[in-house]
């Protein structure tokens, strides 16, 4: 739990700078309405990070009024419809952790629905970079077809597993929905899904290396 923003925006810094990870701060008198407040660049991530700092909040909540000022939301959301395969993210520091908000929406009312977050006992165990590298672009699976092929969850979820954990032995059914793995993908919600399907995969390599340990 940080007592400010600035306090959050510097162990941010510092922690994304120690995994190699540029940091340039955009938040500034001279800067437009709305640019969020530092783009990150290096080791494949590309993004603008919007902070928020509420420690009145838990990861937990099950609904979320984010402070976000006039213009902010607009902006973040236009770049997510101009570029497609990106988005900006809002990062919440709670009082129990991180809450990770791809902008994919414009959010009524300034409110995010079943939030989901990382505890700060998570972000111990493994590199914030890897949810940056994974969250901050749609995973694109490339067609060379005519028509082209519409790939399923499965797809998805096989093609972000072989490029972020490639050596971990996982269960498909685990990671999603096992009655909606062969419908056609949806790509906002797959990005949107993306931080839970980590948390899976981290969790199922801190198992495997405790059952060798024991």
């Known amino acids: 739990m940080y007592k400010t923003e600035a306090d959050f925006s510097k ?62 939301k607009a902006w973040m959301f236009e770049y997510f419809c101009k570029h497609t395969l990106k988005n900006c993210l809002t990062l919440v520091a709670c009082c129990d952790g991180i809450i990770i908000i791809p902008m994919v929406s414009t959010f009524e009312d300034n409110r995010v629905y079943n939030p989901t977050g990382i505890t700060y006992e998570d972000l111990k165990r493994f590199r914030l970079s890897r949810i940056l590298d994974a969250m901050q672009e749609f995973f694109l699976i490339h067609d060379h077809c005519v028509p082209p092929v519409k790939h399923t969850y499965l797809d998805y979820v096989n093609a972000f597993v072989a490029e972020f954990y490639p050596d971990v032995d996982y269960d498909p059914e685990c990671l999603w929905n096992p009655d909606l793995l062969d419908s056609t993908v949806d790509l906002k919600v797959f990005n949107c899904s993306k931080l839970n399907i980590i948390l899976t995969l981290e969790a199922t390599i801190l198992n495997s290396k405790e059952k060798e340990d024991g």
């Open 11 to 72: 162990a941010l810094t510092a922690r994304l700078r120690k995994e190699h990870i540029r940091v340039t701060r955009l938040e500034s008198h001279g800067t437009g309405n709305g640019i969020p407040d530092m783009f990150v660049d290096g080791r494949g991530v590309d993004t603008f990070l919007e902070l928020k700092n509420d420690p009145t909040i838990s990861i937990y909540s099950k609904v979320i009024k984010v402070a976000w000022r006039p213009g902010q």
